[in-house]
Every structure is written in structure tokens, then in C-alpha cells.
């Protein structure tokens, strides 16, 4: 039986689950936290597929090491890789996973352009496939491959006229008119979104880190694991990199 005041593991190739930590702490404050990015080897979505799922299950070893009570994978790639090998696993822990939050932006747009905007492996897997399937007779979907973004947070760049003159090249690669809506497919993107929206004016955009954080909420509260204390919780931030740098970053984006 897993204590309830055990921490919550949130895992991400880097520093971009600082996004969805976020979100968590803002809606469960109390609960303990360990945060583990795998920044040595970010960015994982322009690796193969088998890759991704060894270091993902690697890293997700060394968090639930540590005690933890739940996991958020905290990136589209690794759950879009990975998680259904996990939940296999690990058949007794509370997995919640991220996917780009389409829900929403179909729901808001019916009959509307939809650009998803993640990284190459995302948009390539089946999981996309299916939400794509989901979606398509309510809006049309567009998928944008945006890797290349992952680097600039990954490094604390966040606004830049080379960041803006990307975003803007990767939005007219693939969209011959703007958007009526863009989700963010990758949990490192949040932390550009005002550089998007500079890029991409008038278009809403969808984040699925709230949805991620609510969620994991719902199934600690299902299976009783909620911590009872109402004192702040703890948040410990990992980095494989072992770089202090990393991690000073991921506290400047946690108050960010
Ligand atoms: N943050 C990750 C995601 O949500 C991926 C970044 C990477 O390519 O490492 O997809």
C-alpha cells in the first residue's frame, strides 16, 4: 500500500514537464513532488521509437525508486511511446499521460482549422493516429511537426527574433492560411506560447496541461491517495544532464 504523502513522479525528456508540474502544483498544492528530466538525451522526438521507450522506461526506474505514489509522464513523445508499456508494468500505480489536447480545441471550433504543433515522433505514432481519426469529421486537423522549438527551451532561449523567425517558417511550411486554432502537442511549447501567438495572432491556442493535471487529481482521489496534509508540499527537481544550470532553469520556469 503506497503511502499518501509518498511524492508524485512527473517525468520529461527535459526541462518541458515543468509545464505540466506547473499545473499539478497549482491544483494540488500539497501533494510532494520529484521531477525528473532526461535533458542528457533531449530532444527525444526526432529519435526512433525504441529509443525513446528504453530511456522513458529507464528514467521512470529511477523515479519510482524513489517511493513515488503516481506518475505523470509529463511528455507527448514518451506517452505516446511508452505509456501503454508502463501502465503493463506497473498494473497497480496511477500512470496519467499527455496527449495534445484536441478535445477542446474541436469542441471550440467546429468546422475549424486545427493545427497541432509537436514534436516529429508524436504526430508519427499510432496514438496520434487515432485522435486524428477521432477528430477529423468535426475539424480539420492539421499536423506540424515543430521539433526544432524543443532546443530553444531546452537552452532557456524563450523570445528571440530567430525563435520568432522559426515559428513563423514551421507555421507557413505547413499552413497556407492561418489557424482558427493551434494546440500545444509538446509540453516544452508552453513556455513559447506568447512567441506563437506574436507568430499566429487571432489563433487560439490549447494547452493540455490543466486537463493532464486534472486527470491525475481524479485518480488519486479514485484510489484514495490524495495527501491529507494542508501544509505545502515539497517539489524536488532532477536533471540527468546533472547540470546545475538545467536545474536553476526548471525553477525559473516553475515560477515562470
Ligand atoms: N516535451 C516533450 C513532449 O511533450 C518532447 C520534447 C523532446 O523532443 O524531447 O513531446
Given amino acids: 500500500m503506497k503511502q499518501k504523502n509518498a511524492p508524485i513522479a512527473v517525468f520529461d525528456s527535459g526541462v518541458g514537464g515543468i509545464s505540466v508540474l506547473r499545473e499539478l502544483v497549482a491544483l494540488m498544492p500539497n ?26 522506461l529507464a528514467n521512470v526506474d529511477i523515479l519510482l525508486e524513489q517511493g513515488a505514489k503516481a506518475l505523470v509522464v509529463a511528455c507527448n513523445t514518451a506517452t505516446s511511446a511508452a505509456v501503454r508499456i508502463l501502465r503493463g508494468m506497473y498494473p497497480e500505480l496511477p500512470i496519467v499521460g499527455i496527449e495534445p489536447a484536441l478535445k477542446p480545441a474541436a469542441l471550440h471550433h467546429p468546422g475549424g482549422r486545427i493545427a497541432v504543433l509537436a514534436t516529429n515522433m508524436t504526430l508519427r505514432q499510432e496514438k496520434f493516429a487515432a485522435l486524428l481519426e ?44 492561418p489557424a482558427d486554432a493551434i494546440v500545444l502537442g509538446c509540453t516544452h511549447f508552453p513556455f513559447v506560447r506568447p512567441v506563437i501567438e506574436r507568430a499566429a495572432p487571432h489563433t487560439v491556442i490549447y494547452d493540455g496541461g490543466n486537463g493532464t493535471a486534472r486527470e491525475a487529481r481524479r485518480q488519486l482521489y479514485a484510489m484514495e491517495l490524495t495527501n491529507p496534509s494542508s501544509e505545502p508540499g515539497s517539489i524536488e527537481i532532477q536533471n540527468s544532464s546533472g547540470d546545475p544550470d538545467k536545474i536553476m532553469l526548471c525553477y525559473q520556469l516553475l515560477d515562470a
Fill in 31 to 56: 501533494e510532494n513532488y520529484i521531477y525528473l528530466g532526461d535533458s542528457a538525451n533531449a530532444p527525444y522526438g526526432t529519435r526512433p521509437v525504441e529509443e525513446i521507450r528504453a530511456l522513458t
Fill in 134 to 177: 477521432h477528430y477529423r469529421s468535426q475539424a480539420g486537423i492539421i499536423p506540424v511537426p515543430a521539433s526544432e522549438l524543443v532546443e530553444y527551451v531546452e537552452r532557456g532561449e524563450l523570445d528571440s527574433p530567430a525563435l520568432f523567425s522559426l515559428i513563423k517558417h514551421i507555421l507557413g511550411r505547413h499552413l497556407d492560411a
